[in-house]
């Protein structure tokens, strides 16, 4: 199961464009805590701590214990349900966090991860993973880091379907068990076939009726 990291954070009063990015420029990033049953309020965060729990995590819905100094909760289950981040320099803008409870059920998208060398894939095919994340449904406590399934017995042509993923005690999915996760494809091997030799030699062999054909004919007019 993943560990739920203790991130603090602090009540945010200000708000609007230009106090966000005078919040950005003192490297704290703006968020929002909603959800459960209060209503939705704003709070900011160091933006170096954030984003070095942000990236040891397989997932961007993680699960974390918010510390609030100056909130009347001062501490709170959340999941970081969105992080936006600038496109040019990928530093932090904001973040939202859910607010949960500890008995209630929550849904998180997490990787798909394939372990070990497919058979099939020793034998010269290829594996093709088609889906590499998954929505599961769970308890807060419950929920995993990633999925991860054994492909080593799979053999080429041998299909990896969601039904055959193993889930966690007390995780699911939605996912229809017939969708196709990842299969083991035959190598195609395209054979190229040079024309450009037998080509030449049959223009060479035209060439050489072709000589002789007037030479032929010019005898018989001779005589």
Do not use: W
């Not at 919040?23 to 929002?32: H, S, T, W």
């Not at 993973?129 to 042509?157: F, K």
């Not at 035209?206 to 005589?223: F, K, S, V, Y």
């Amino acid at each position: 199961m993943g560990t739920q990291q203790i991130l603090q954070a602090e009540k945010r009063d200000v708000k609007g464009t230009t106090a966000s990015k005078r919040l950005r420029r003192e490297g704290i990033v703006p968020a929002v805590v909603y959800g459960s049953s209060q209503r939705e309020y704003m709070i900011q965060m160091d933006s170096k701590k954030f984003f070095d729990i942000a990236k040891a995590q397989s997932s961007a819905n993680f699960i974390v214990n918010l510390e609030i100094d100056g909130a009347d909760e001062k501490s709170k289950l959340a999941i970081v349900q969105d992080i936006q981040r600038d496109p040019m320099t990928g530093n932090l803008i904001h973040v939202d966090f859910r607010a949960v409870n500890e008995d209630e059920t929550i849904h998180a998208v997490i990787p798909i991860t394939l372990r070990g060398e497919a058979a099939g894939s020793k034998a010269g095919g290829i594996l093709e993973q088609l889906i590499h994340s998954i929505e599961v449904h769970c308890r807060p406590a419950d929920l995993p880091e990633r999925i991860a399934h054994d492909i080593e017995a799979m053999e080429i042509g041998d299909p990896l379907k969601v039904g055959a993923l193993q889930f966690p005690e007390g995780v699911s999915s939605h996912m229809g068990e017939d969708v196709l996760v990842a299969v083991i494809n035959k190598a195609r091997v395209i054979e190229e076939v040079t024309t450009e030799g037998e080509g030449a030699e049959g223009e060479a062999a035209e060439g050489e009726e072709g000589a002789d054909a007037p030479a032929a004919e010019g005898e018989g007019g001779e005589g």
